[in-house]
């Protein structure tokens, strides 16, 4: 009988123990801080994103991009309690750039030294503020130089493309003709940032020990079937400081990016 | 799997064969009077390759209700390896290999064991991940009710009561976290790829079994509840079922004894610090199809399941097939 004793006992373990889960909320957080990890997921529709690959899009035209990049900036997450933790300002910028994807076609930002809590929303830019741009080319750091080697910049006086895609279209009347969506700010006079705000489908945990993940996808094919349909035969094959075709692609941007899941480990 | 692993799984698997076999001459057991008379479904809890195993696994023995053995299990899974519809689709292959006993009490109390060794292996593209190791123990108790065909008055109250062939049996056990969790594979698109699930679980069960002559069913419904694991993440309960239909007949010294049946689980979602994660449930169903060889107190066991419809993780995983192989020695 020892052994159905033992069976016994264990399994009231088990029954105690899984009623037993209570959290301990008391935990302090002061001074504690973790890594975070975004990742960059790009797609077309439900399709992963692939240099070289025809996508179709609305008004029967189709693209294919040898270029995708763009910047992201003001990374800020906001915690259960409402509180707000903004990653500093001289580090938050980055170039998402889909030639840097690992095999799964990720990019990764890390963010380091994030607040510990219990997040359940972020917010980022698409490209840069005009607060961060009158600080001046001295002001912009080391960023000013990447920015340039990734031909993400005009000039200073334009100042930053948000948006770099460059590749090829057909339509009905074209084919393979050149694409360019360079879409940004123009210096002071067009301001084409967003801030774009999007709730975490669960709690992201940053600790000490633990680095979550928030993986974002970015749906390219909303820059041109978003809020508004563009056609590339219509003035939109080659988008640069104009400040009509950059304001209703950066528009649409908004509505790209969706957090699919977050990962805590 | 390195040499020093190995000789360590022998050593344990000796030890408990050992153990199991003492415990089961320290007790009486009544010999089986036919092959229909006294079988048992084991308590199959492959829980662990872990949250898509399942104890919808089947059955073990169909003729003894006692015996101890050795088991094989191979599943094959398919797993969407990323968000997109055309992410790339990663194959995992889990070999289990299980020392499992069924061990008398008394004549209505039994106990059966299981204890897994896992390799898991994951392929994507030109990587290859390999996981391997002791995976979660599991015991019950088992009640057994049998039932007995009604004695008419005139008879005499000295006759013993025959067996109607018909029986219940109420198991109640743990699943022991004896298996390692790896809180960074929860990263992979299918969860089930651990060893263990680092969680102390209840598991309820209820066996019907009916035998005649020529022809017997057994039937089993699962209930597990598990536990939080110290990650503060919990597999989803899960309910697992299982009916198979056989027969029986012999050839010259032997008994072949095929057997098909249906087996599924349902899975409720994966929670973690008390939250639920999306597309972590799921359902399947299975058909399966086998047959046991009987030679004296030798009976070995191919079972072959195919999946008849399924839902996993938000359809991004996929089980392909399952063969479990076994030999077990009757007590």
Same mark, same amino acid.
């Given at each position: 009988m020892k052994i159905l004793k033992i069976s016994f006992a264990l399994l009231l373990c088990a029954m105690v123990s899984s009623c037993s889960n209570e959290d301990d909320n008391t935990e302090n957080l002061a001074g504690q801080t973790g890594t975070l990890i975004i990742k960059f997921d790009n797609g077309v529709g439900d399709q992963d994103f692939i240099f070289g690959t025809s996508y179709t899009k609305s008004n029967n035209e189709s693209f294919q991009l040898s270029t995708l990049k763009y910047l992201i900036s003001n990374i800020a997450l906001t915690d259960d309690e409402g509180n707000t933790f903004m990653y500093p300002s001289e580090k938050n910028v980055f170039i998402i750039n889909e030639a840097n994807a690992n095999n799964a076609g990720e990019i990764y930002v890390t963010l380091d030294e994030v607040d510990a809590a219990?997040?359940?929303n972020i917010s980022f830019g698409?490209?840069?503020? =005009?607060?961060?741009?009158?600080?001046?080319?001295?002001? =912009?750091?080391?960023?000013?130089?990447?920015?340039?080697?990734?031909?993400?910049?005009?000039?200073?006086a334009t100042g930053y493309r948000f948006t770099r895609l460059d590749g090829t279209y057909s339509s009905n009347t074209v084919t393979n003709e050149a694409l360019n969506i360079h879409m940004g700010s123009v210096g002071t006079s067009v301001d084409n940032y967003n801030e774009i705000s999007l709730s975490l489908p669960n709690t992201v945990v940053v600790r000490e020990d633990k680095s979550p993940q928030i993986h974002v996808v970015a749906d390219i094919a909303k820059l041109f079937d978003g809020e508004t349909s563009v056609?590339?035969?219509?003035?939109?094959? =080659?988008?640069?400081?104009?400040a009509t075709t950059t304001g209703v692609i950066a528009n649409n941007a908004k509505g790209m990016f969706s957090v699919h899941h977050v990962h805590n480990e | 799997?390195?040499?020093?692993?190995?000789? #360590?799984?022998?050593?344990?698997?000796?030890?408990?064969?050992?153990?199991?076999?003492?415990?089961?001459?320290?007790?009486?057991?009544? +010999?089986?009077?036919?092959?229909?008379?006294?079988?048992?479904?084991?308590?199959?809890c492959d829980l662990c390759g872990c949250s898509t195993g399942s104890g919808s696994?089947?059955?073990?023995?169909?003729?003894?209700?006692n015996f101890v053995g050795v088991?094989?299990?191979?599943?094959?899974? %398919?797993? #969407?390896?990323?968000?997109?519809?055309?992410?790339?689709?990663?194959? %995992?292959?889990?070999?289990?290999?299980?020392?499992?006993?069924?061990? +008398?009490?008394?004549?209505?109390?039994?106990?059966?064991?299981?204890?897994?060794?896992?390799?898991?292996?994951?392929?994507?593209?030109?990587?290859? %991940?390999?996981?391997?190791?002791?995976?979660?123990?599991?015991?019950?108790?088992?009640?057994?009710? +049998?039932?007995?065909?009604?004695?008419?008055?005139e008879e005499f109250e000295a006759t013993e009561k025959e067996n109607s062939g018909h029986s219940l049996q109420f198991g109640l056990g743990v699943k022991l976290p004896t298996g390692k969790f790896e809180e960074a594979l929860v990263d992979r698109v299918n969860p089930g790829f651990q060893v263990g699930t680092g969680s102390l679980d209840a598991i309820f069960s209820l066996g019907y079994n009916y035998a005649a002559d020529k022809f017997g069913v057994n039937t089993l419904l699962s209930y597990y509840l598990k536990g939080e694991n110290k990650n503060e993440y919990k597999f989803g309960n899960q309910f697992s079922y299982a009916t198979k239909f056989f027969t029986a007949f012999a050839v010259? #010294?032997?008994?072949?004894? +095929?057997?098909?049946?249906?087996?599924?689980?349902?899975?409720? #979602?994966?929670?973690?610090?008390?939250?639920?994660?999306n597309d972590t449930n799921g359902a399947i169903l299975n058909s399966s199809l086998g047959t046991e060889f009987v030679v004296n107190r030798c009976i070995f066991g191919v079972n072959y399941t195919l999946p008849v419809s399924q839902n996993l993780f938000g359809g991004n995983v996929k089980s392909k097939n399952r063969l479990s192989l076994y030999f077990n020695f009757a007590l």
């Open positions: 219990n997040y359940t698409l490209g840069i503020d =005009q607060d961060r741009y009158a600080l001046g080319a001295e002001g =912009q750091g080391n960023f000013l130089t990447t920015a340039e080697a990734e031909g993400m910049m005009w000039s200073w056609s590339f035969d219509d003035g939109y094959a =080659q988008v640069h400081v104009d | 799997m390195n040499d020093s692993q190995n000789i #360590k799984l022998i050593h344990l698997i000796t030890i408990l064969f050992l153990l199991l076999v003492s415990l089961s001459q320290a007790s009486t057991i009544d +010999p089986p009077t036919s092959y229909f008379s006294q079988y048992e479904f084991d308590f199959d696994f089947g059955f073990g023995t169909l003729n003894n209700a088991r094989y299990i191979n599943q094959q899974f %398919e797993s #969407k390896n990323g968000v997109f519809t055309n992410s790339p689709v990663s194959k %995992e292959t889990f070999n289990t290999y299980q020392l499992w006993a069924q061990v +008398p009490i008394n004549t209505s109390f039994y106990v059966s064991v299981n204890v897994p060794y896992q390799d898991l292996n994951r392929s994507l593209n030109d990587t290859n %991940e390999n996981l391997n190791g002791i995976g979660d123990a599991s015991i019950i108790a088992w009640y057994k009710l +049998p039932f007995y065909k009604k004695v008419s008055n010259k #010294k032997a008994m072949i004894m +095929p057997f098909l049946g249906v087996s599924g689980d349902v899975f409720n #979602k994966i929670e973690q610090y008390g939250e639920t994660i």
